[in-house]
């Protein structure tokens, strides 16, 4: 008698990252050697399902896959199944029509939230966190953000050799949203003078006491700052106010905004730098290689041991799982008992909050 060949569709959503292409290999490979499965390639993420665009995925057609950035099946934030009333029952119609045992869904909380929403109707998925800004609730390090630090410190290092050379204030404008995770690792790796998150909203008299000061002693600072953060009396700043992609509007400039509202208060001329997308792109680090792989090969086991409903993540450096339900329609930001910013703290690196009388 023929046995069943498990047929397991595998998507990357929202936006794009390093690594994700590592995770394709891994779930692919370790799904053919371990169930004879056929691996199907969705493409576009949900939009390829709500559309029934797929690609087979082979052994030989993913190996060279490991350090190459981007996501070879593509990805996009439109066509959210959410979004409309007959979207979950159109992707559930689809998988079913494609023959789909499982779906193994790779991407940031919007994706998971999808993919939540299809396990609560029955359909057999696994969750891999996928995003530069590390702020996937329920994991402790999502591959992509390695890469990412890694690209934004070698940026910090760039601006620190210019900017001491003219003795300016350089500010220096990571990704991350609503979560300071980029901003507070990379400032740290890259020897920022201050750094400012979205969870700490500052003070911008007390950066400029901060400024004139080091104008003192150093003539030059350097300022690591997320994309999220605002100041005490101010609001986030979008690039654009229109939604984008992800129908939601797209932060960008807050750097410009700190510069101009900076600058009369200080000596020194100011520089701001937005980094972009330049943080998202490129070939994964070595670190981001390894935890892609691991994923990877976790959610491959998940799906042939019929373990669904999860997302694979890491607990104390282990690889260990976490129900869909705790992960969707949530992010997960620096609380301020961090270790690593109370690390930052005790080596003087400010974070812009007001100075409290002595
Ligand atoms: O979620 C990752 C992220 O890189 C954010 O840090 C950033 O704000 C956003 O994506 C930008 O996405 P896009 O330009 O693709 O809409």
């Not at 394709?24 to 169930?35: E, G, K």
């Not at 593509?74 to 979950?88: E, F, V």
Request: glycine share 12%; hydrophobic share 40%.
């Amino acid at each position: 008698m023929a046995t069943h060949q498990p047929r397991i569709g595998l998507l990357t959503g929202g936006g794009d990252c390093p690594g994700l292409n590592a995770v394709i290999r891994a779930v692919t490979q370790c799904l053919i050697r371990q169930c004879n499965a056929q691996v199907l390639g969705i493409q576009d993420g949900f939009a390829g399902l709500m559309e029934s665009r797929t690609v087979p995925l082979s052994w030989d057609k993913v190996d060279d896959l490991l350090a190459l950035g981007g996501t070879v099946l593509g990805t996009t934030n439109r066509l959210n199944p959410l979004d409309t009333p007959d979207g979950i029952p159109r992707a559930l119609h689809n998988a079913r029509a494609l023959g789909l045992d499982a779906l193994v869904a790779i991407g940031g909380d919007g994706t998971l939230t999808i993919a939540h929403a299809l396990a609560q109707q029955g359909m057999a998925v696994v969750g891999v966190p996928k995003t530069i800004d590390n702020d996937i609730e329920g994991c402790e390090r999502s591959f992509g953000f390695d890469t990412a630090v890694a690209t934004v410190t070698d940026a910090l290092e760039r601006v620190h050799t210019t900017g001491q050379s003219h003795g300016r204030i350089m500010i220096l404008e990571t990704m991350g949203r609503h979560a300071g995770w980029i901003a507070l690792e990379a400032g740290i790796a890259g020897a920022a003078d201050i750094i400012l998150l979205p969870e700490i909203d500052h003070d911008v008299a007390a950066l400029a006491a901060v400024c004139r000061e080091r104008e003192a002693r150093h003539n030059f600072t350097l300022i690591c700052m997320g994309e999220g953060a605002k100041a005490l009396d101010g609001c986030i700043t979008y690039d654009t106010p229109a939604p984008g992609e992800a129908g939601k509007p797209r932060l960008g400039g807050a750097a410009m905004v700190l510069r101009d509202r900076l600058q009369p208060l200080v000596h020194s001329e100011i520089r701001a730098t937005v980094l972009g997308h330049v943080q998202r792109g490129g070939s994964p680090t070595p670190f981001d290689r390894v935890l892609a792989t691991r994923y990877g090969v976790h959610a491959a086991n998940l799906v042939a041991q019929g373990d669904f409903g999860h997302m694979v993540t890491l607990r104390g450096g282990q690889l260990a799982t976490v129900n869909l339900d705790r992960v969707a329609a949530k992010n997960r930001q620096i609380q301020l008992d961090d270790p690593l910013l109370l690390t930052a703290r005790q080596l003087g690196v400010h974070f812009g909050e007001t100075a409290t009388a002595p």
